[in-house]
């Protein structure tokens, strides 16, 4: 709980500075714009994948290997992963370039957009490589427990972006967006180098490839699925929709009004992984991670539901005055909501799966809902447009979340016991929901910034004292035990 505590304000501190970021890409792009930049950055964040698997094989068995002593072998296995994920980020950032070649647009009359397209390809190919290297740092030292300096860089990272961004498209607009990416690369290995020795060396070691092949590939299996389904919802408006590049413009404010529940969930769970790595490692039972991770999801469920209230309530109205050429994707918001809760729910379950090594069971729990998801979002993107795709994404997201929990959890509780903590989630999130719906439909007659403050104050009213008995039953993460030992030192 300290550690998630430690990770989740450093979060909420960088997710708050990156709330201020969108808002000022939103202010200096337009929606088509805005589009293109999202499907690019999709492009460039999916790079990591190149590698098949053998980074997330190297964190898989990192944390253990240290668990026993072997630190040698540990480094070994480093150097050989970062070697075999170079070589795959740049195999990628090849393709890039072909494929930005082979759809250049010739003549001169091109689309602008399409031309935006193919450059923006091939500045991505430039930045694979400055990302591949960044990435993996972070995760060998997340991997090595030092959630500290991992959080201190998030939050530098964000307040040195929103600069970065500023100045960037001031200068050069999408273009100079792109490079203000790479200059945050640039700036986070430097940080990183400054603040730990810790180096990332070349290895080539043909067995320890392969091994970390074999038990990383089925991790990138589930892991690009779930990134897919992640993606699903901008790749169908962008395909599907009429004028796509605008409306994933605009959906892109439904994303941003929702993306605190999957932001801080993703926290707390990375920093969960190693814990539950290191009860397997030291007990090699399963049934004990499984109810680890059922505890997790109970304490995880309040805040969630709370900060889902807040957006539901908050949301509509905060972002529609701050970025008003964006309001027509506020309507994909709320129905957004709910499945963005229910993900972010079942990402504890997910990382204990992978830590007890069953990347199989996985996928096969995992497709189903991305299926459902691209089925519903497909329909809804040709009928209704972004609203159809939120309602999609959320039926497809509820499914992986009690496919996920039942294969994760369901063996090592017991039927009974599933149900009982099914029941236990269920009822922390229907609280917070009950306050949601009451704040944000209850008439209120007056100004519309009177019944405003009103509708927060009434959600205030109906949460805060619920958040307050979670806080304490859970000792407020850690805190309270650390003031009574002060005091009584």
């Not at 689309?111 to 923006?120: C, F």
Request: aromatic share 8%; with cysteine.
């Amino acid at each position: 709980m300290r550690d998630s505590l430690i990770v989740t304000i450093g979060g909420q501190l960088e997710r708050a500075v990156g709330t201020l970021t969108a808002l000022v890409m939103k202010w200096g792009l337009d929606p088509a714009q805005h589009g293109i930049y999202s499907g690019l950055r999709l492009t460039l964040d999916h790079a990591n994948r190149a590698s098949l698997g053998i980074g997330r094989g190297a964190v898989q068995e990192i944390p253990i290997l240290r668990a026993a002593g072997n630190e040698d072998e540990a480094r070994r296995v480093a150097d050989v992963a970062f070697a075999a994920c170079s070589i795959g980020a740049l195999i990628y950032a090849v393709g890039l370039l072909a494929f930005a070649w082979w759809r250049w647009p010739s003549g001169g009359s091109a689309d602008p957009i399409d031309l935006a397209w193919s450059g923006g390809l091939v500045a991505v190919a430039a930045l694979v490589l400055m990302k591949r290297y960044q990435d993996f740092l972070i995760a060998l030292h997340r991997a090595h427990r030092r959630f500290t300096l991992i959080t201190e860089l998030a939050i530098l990272d964000a307040a040195v972006f929103a600069a970065l961004v500023a100045v960037g498209l001031w200068v050069a607009g999408l273009w100079g967006l792109l490079a203000a990416v790479g200059l945050l690369c640039l700036f986070n290995v430097a940080y990183l180098h400054a603040r730990h020795p810790m180096r990332l060396g070349w290895g080539w070691d043909g067995p320890i490839v392969w091994r970390l092949l074999r038990k990383g590939l089925p991790i990138l299996a589930n892991s690009a699925a779930f990134a897919g389904l992640l993606s699903l919802d901008r790749v169908l408006i962008l395909s599907i929709a009429p004028n796509g590049a605008e409306a994933a413009g605009y959906y892109a404010i439904a994303l941003m009004g929702t993306g605190w529940t999957m932001d801080l969930a993703g926290r707390i769970a990375s920093v969960m992984y190693t814990y539950f790595q290191t009860t397997i490692g030291r007990t090699r039972d399963a049934v004990a991670v499984a109810k680890q991770a059922a505890r997790v999801v109970e304490a995880m469920a309040p805040p969630l539901a709370a900060g889902s209230a807040v957006a539901y309530v908050v949301a509509p109205t905060f972002l529609g005055l701050l970025i008003p050429r964006y309001a027509p994707g506020l309507e994909a918001l709320r129905p957004l909501l709910p499945g963005t809760l229910l993900l972010g729910l079942a990402l504890p379950s997910r990382e204990a799966m992978i830590a007890v090594d069953r990347p199989y069971r996985l996928a096969i729990v995992t497709l189903p809902g991305l299926a459902l998801a691209g089925l519903v979002g497909a329909i809804g993107a040709s009928a209704t447009g972004i609203v159809g795709v939120a309602w999609g994404m959320t039926l497809g997201y509820a499914a992986v979340y009690l496919l996920t929990s039942m294969a994760s959890l369901g063996g090592g509780l017991g039927t009974r016991g599933w149900l009982v903590h099914q029941l236990r989630v269920a009822k922390a999130i229907s609280w917070y929901a009950m306050g949601a719906l009451l704040a944000a439909h209850l008439p209120i007659d007056g100004p519309a910034w009177r019944a405003f403050a009103l509708r927060v104050l009434i959600l205030a009213a109906w949460g805060l004292p619920a958040l307050a008995w979670w806080g304490k039953a859970h000792g407020w993460g850690g805190l309270a035990d650390r003031l009574r030992r002060r005091r009584g030192g």
